[in-house]
């Protein structure tokens, strides 16, 4: 799949298209929905919020893509999901948003103990 990707990508950056497609865009998908760390191959220019945030929701257990998604779509929703799979995606939220995303996880594991 990512091999399919890098090819993609490559259409891409010479303005090809695929299927009628933009370049990809339902390969990409595809892609993130099978194993969210696809995000990784995709060309910037394709990453929207919808497929960042599919691609935290289909990580493997123990994977981080956060860094991987801009820093402009980097939201809270986004920052929450991708920090509940993997603490090590803390590093990668904006410190504006640090403070939140910890709240928002404090709360939930306090809500699972009850």
Do not use: W
């Not at 399919?4 to 497609?21: D, P």
């Not at 960042?52 to 929701?57: K, S, Y």
């Not at 981080?64 to 803390?90: D, G, Q, S, W």
């Amino acid at each position: 799949m990512r091999l399919c990707l890098f090819f993609i990508a490559q259409l891409f950056n010479q303005g090809g298209n695929v299927l009628g497609l933009p370049c990809g865009s339902a390969l990409c998908l595809a892609a993130v929905q099978n194993d969210g760390t696809a995000l990784y191959d995709v060309p910037e220019e394709l990453k929207t919020p919808e497929l960042c945030l599919l691609a935290v929701q289909n990580l493997p257990e123990g994977n981080t893509v956060l860094h991987a998604v801009p820093e402009e779509l980097r939201t809270l929703e986004i920052c929450i999901i991708a920090v509940e799979v993997n603490e090590e995606a803390l590093e990668d939220v904006p410190e504006k948003l640090k403070k939140k995303v910890k709240e928002s996880l404090s709360g939930s594991s306090q809500k699972k103990k009850k």
